[in-house]
């Protein structure tokens, strides 16, 4: 069975660090692109970007590139979504999830809600 | 960057109702559309791949259409457990984006 576990909720403040995590398992994890989507109430389902973890191999949607940073450990099978210096307006769920390119998101973490507040 | 737009962003229905929502693309994305379900508080479910193709588990109520640029989802008779907020999401060029939901409640 495919599952996607992730980290848990986080409260941060304004100019924090913060690195998210997300371990797949009943699957070969180095198979497949493995992404992040934000969900907020005003803004709906975001894509965020999306990495290969047999060779990092990275893609960033252009709202995102420059704000975080997506990564994977496949030793550990573990992808993780960083962020250098958190806003308030970073506050959301996070969501990882497999993709098979051209077909979509298969399937999805249970997400992690970060908020930032001073 | 692809534009997906979906309409109506909010429909009531009756259990047992056949609804139907529409995705529209700002350009030909061939069949590479998605369709997501989400309820409150829960990771979003993937419902239909490849615009017409059910995903495992998914009821058969539950169907995709649609090439080019206008795609439907359509439930065939609604039940409880279907009052949600459904998204298409395109996956023919990078970035990959969604469209902006469509909330469907109770009637």
Not at chain 2, 73 to 93: G, R, V
Request: overall charge neutral; proline content about 5%.
């Amino acid at each position: 069975e495919v599952q996607l576990v992730q980290s848990g909720a986080e409260v941060k403040k304004p100019g924090e660090s913060l690195k998210i995590s997300c371990k797949g398992s009943g699957y070969s994890f180095i198979d497949y692109w493995i992404g992040w989507v934000r969900r907020t109430p005003g803004k709906g389902l975001e894509w965020m970007g999306i990495i290969y973890p047999a060779d990092s191999d990275t893609k960033y949607s252009p709202s995102f590139e420059g704000q975080v940073t997506i990564s994977a450990d496949k030793s550990i099978a573990t992808a993780y979504l960083q962020w250098n210096s958190l806003k308030a307006s970073d506050t959301a769920t996070y969501y990882c999830a497999r993709h098979r390119l051209g077909l979509g998101i298969d399937y999805w973490g249970p997400g992690t809600l970060v908020t930032v507040s001073s | 960057d692809i534009q997906m737009t979906q309409s109506p962003s909010s429909v009531s229905a009756s259990v047992g109702d056949r609804v139907t929502i529409t995705c529209r693309a700002s350009q030909g994305i061939s069949s590479w559309l998605a369709w997501y379900q989400q309820k409150p508080g829960k990771a979003p479910k993937t419902l239909i791949f490849q615009a017409s193709s059910l995903q495992s588990g998914v009821p058969s109520r539950f169907s995709g259409s649609g090439s080019g640029t206008e795609f439907t989802l359509t439930i065939s008779s609604l039940q409880p457990e279907d009052f949600a907020t459904y998204f298409c999401q395109q996956s023919d060029s990078l970035p990959y984006t969604f469209g902006q939901g469509t909330k469907l409640e109770i009637k």
